[in-house]
C-alpha cells in the first residue's frame, strides 16, 4: 500500500514538471504534432527521395489548369471503389500515412451512396405526415424511427470489419426490410401484393449490384460535389455568431481564415454540416459529417507537412 502511494506521488511529481516544462495541452499536442511530421518526412523521403516523391506527387495529380485542387483528386479516389487498402497505388507518397483514414471514408462513402439510394425507394416522411399516416401506432413510429439504423447495419459499411462483402442473405435482409416499411405505411392496399414485394425487392437487388445504377450516380455525383466544393473552401466553424450552422453543398459563404498553427489543428475545429440532397437520415448525415472529418484531417495534415509538394 505504501509502495502504491509513493507510485501514484512519484507520477503526480512527474506530471506536473512536465506541464511545467512544456506547458498545457496545446502545446504539448503541437510539440507532439511536430515530432510525428518530422519522422514522416523522413521515413517516406528516405523510402522514395525527394526527385522521385515530387514527380509521383506531380502525376498523380494530373496536368492541366484543373489540377490546382489536389483535394478534388483524392476525393475522387475516396469516391471509387478500387479498394484503397489492396490497391497501393492509388495514393502518392506523401498520402501513405493516410491510406487507413482514408480507406475508412471509402468504405463509408460507398455504404453512404447505397443507402441513400435504397431510401429513395420508401423515402423518409416528414413528422406531419407520420403523425397524419400512424396517430398513435407508436410500433409503426419507431419502424420509421429505426429503418435507416437497421438497413446500415445489413449494409455492412463497417470500415473496421474483416470482410466488407455483402452476401446474398444480406441483400435479402436489405430488401426485406424496404417491403416491411411498405407494408407499414400501405396495411389496406388492395391488388396483388405479391407482385409489389417482388417489384421492391427486384429494385434493391439492382441498386445493390449495379454500380452504374442512375440512382446510385446521381448521389455519388451529388456527394462528390459536395465534399469538393467543401473541402475547397476554409473550415467553416459549427457554431459563430450572427451566422449558419448548415451549409449546403455548393452554396458560397464567406470564407473565415485557418486558425494558425500555434493555435488548435484546423481539424480539430467542430464544422458546420454539410448538407446534401438525397442525404436527409440523421444517421445518413452523420455518417457523410464523418467522412468529411476524415478528409479535413488528411488536408490539414497534408498543408502542415507536405507543403513544400503542395506549392510545387
Known amino acids: 500500500m505504501k509502495f502504491a502511494l509513493q507510485m501514484g506521488e512519484t507520477v ?52 492541366g489548369p484543373d489540377s490546382g485542387i489536389w483535394t478534388d483528386k483524392l476525393i475522387d479516389v475516396v469516391g471509387s471503389l478500387e479498394p484503397l487498402m489492396t490497391s497501393p497505388n492509388l495514393l502518392p507518397p506523401p498520402l501513405l500515412m493516410s491510406r487507413v483514414d482514408l480507406a475508412e471514408a471509402q468504405t463509408l462513402f460507398l455504404g453512404l451512396t447505397i443507402a441513400a439510394s435504397i431510401r429513395s425507394i420508401v423515402p423518409q416522411l416528414s413528422s406531419g405526415r407520420l403523425a397524419v399516416l400512424y396517430k398513435d401506432d407508436q410500433d409503426a413510429l419507431k419502424s420509421e424511427a429505426t429503418f435507416m439504423e437497421r438497413l446500415w447495419t445489413l449494409i455492412g459499411a463497417d470500415p473496421f470489419a474483416s470482410d466488407h462483402a455483402t452476401t446474398e442473405s444480406d441483400v435479402d435482409g436489405i430488401a426485406e426490410e424496404v417491403v416491411r416499411l411498405w407494408r407499414i405505411r400501405n396495411p389496406g392496399s388492395a391488388g396483388d401484393m405479391t407482385s409489389k414485394e417482388t417489384e421492391l425487392r427486384e429494385m434493391v437487388r439492382r441498386i445493390i449490384n449495379q454500380e452504374t445504377h442512375p440512382v446510385r450516380e446521381l448521389l455519388k455525383k451529388r456527394l462528390l460535389d459536395g465534399l469538393k466544393q467543401r473541402l475547397a473552401q476554409p473550415i467553416i466553424p459549427r457554431e459563430r455568431p450572427g451566422g449558419p450552422t448548415h451549409v449546403a453543398a455548393g452554396r458560397a459563404l464567406k470564407p473565415i481564415a485557418r486558425l494558425k498553427s500555434s493555435k488548435a489543428f484546423p481539424s480539430e475545429q467542430p464544422e458546420a454540416d454539410l448538407i446534401v440532397t438525397g442525404i436527409s437520415d440523421l444517421a445518413l448525415r452523420m455518417h457523410l459529417q464523418h467522412i468529411l472529418h476524415i478528409l479535413r484531417v488528411v488536408q490539414s495534415w497534408m498543408e502542415y507537412t507536405w507543403n513544400d509538394v503542395l506549392q510545387q
Do not use: V
Open 12 to 63: 503526480t511529481e512527474d506530471y506536473q514538471s512536465f506541464m511545467l516544462k512544456y506547458g498545457d495541452e496545446s502545446n504539448i499536442a503541437a510539440m507532439l504534432r511536430a515530432s510525428a511530421k518530422e519522422h514522416e518526412r523522413e521515413a517516406i523521403i528516405g523510402l522514395f527521395g525527394q526527385g522521385e516523391l515530387h514527380n509521383s506527387w506531380r502525376q498523380w495529380k494530373g496536368p
